[in-house]
């Protein structure tokens, strides 16, 4: 089993750009997360799915939208960068709502 | 205020010393986790418990939910323990929201 798959594992944009993270599990979990840590600030929740084919606001989720393509995907997008958005994406996924969660090994995004 | 608050920050101890990170938080909670992240940035989860203590290998976590606190603490330490750990209450939504602390940056010499 790969686990939590993340897609690409770097990327720079300019303002303006758009891109989309990509997020795939293998473990048959229902609830999956996006995450971003900034130095300082910890993990911050953007957006969650808690089951397939619903998901909903977290922390941060200015700028952002996210699609639960089917129970294995969860996308990030990113519809205009900001300098502000330069961060480290985490996917997440755990079988149930409040159970341990499977970290993907992040996205390391810069924005110029 | 955060709502979690976890001690200390920084942490250095020799190898084979008996480690504890302290996790105080401040939020009703269902469960609380411990996770760890490595230097390469990988982030593991460690534990999650909703009371009493849990132990595997040579880590063990408690938890007073009365007292809103929680303890990771690592015996005989090895220089592959150094990592952050990262202490995470889950509150008591339907989703399980994780609110996570700053991190206590661990590093063990040999």
């Not at chain 1, 971003?36 to 397939?52: F, K, T, V, W």
């Not at chain 1, 700028?63 to 330069?86: D, M």
């Not at chain 1, 970290?103 to 810069?110: A, E, I």
């Not at chain 2, 150094?82 to 206590?104: D, E, H, M, N, R």
Request: charged letters at 15%; a positive charge; proline letters at 5%.
């Amino acid at each position: 089993n790969a686990g939590v798959t993340q897609t690409p594992k770097f990327q720079v944009l300019k303002t303006g750009q758009s891109m989309t993270l990509q997020c795939a599990q293998d473990m048959n979990h229902n609830s999956m997360y996006w995450y971003r840590q900034d130095p300082g600030m910890g993990l911050r929740l953007i957006y969650y799915s808690a089951s397939e084919g619903t998901t909903d606001k977290g922390e941060v989720p200015n700028g952002y939208n996210v699609s639960r393509l089917n129970k294995r995907e969860f996308s990030l997008r990113l519809e205009s960068a900001a300098p502000s958005q330069t961060s480290v994406y985490f996917c997440a996924s755990a079988g149930a709502a409040a159970g341990e969660q499977f970290f993907g090994p992040g996205t390391r995004l810069t924005v110029l | 205020k955060n709502e979690v608050e976890q001690s200390p920050q920084n942490l250095t101890a020799q190898e084979g010393e008996f480690i504890t990170i302290n996790c105080s938080y401040s939020v009703g909670i269902s469960a609380l986790h411990w996770l760890q992240q490595h230097p390469g940035g990988g982030i593991v989860s460690l534990f999650m418990l909703s009371s009493g203590k849990k132990k595997h290998g040579r880590l063990i976590a408690t938890i007073n939910i009365q007292e809103k606190h929680s303890s990771l603490h690592i015996t005989a330490s090895h220089p592959r323990d150094s990592a952050v750990y990262i202490c995470a209450p889950a509150g008591g939504t339907s989703y399980g929201k994780l609110t996570f602390g700053q991190g206590t940056i661990l590093t063990v010499h040999p």
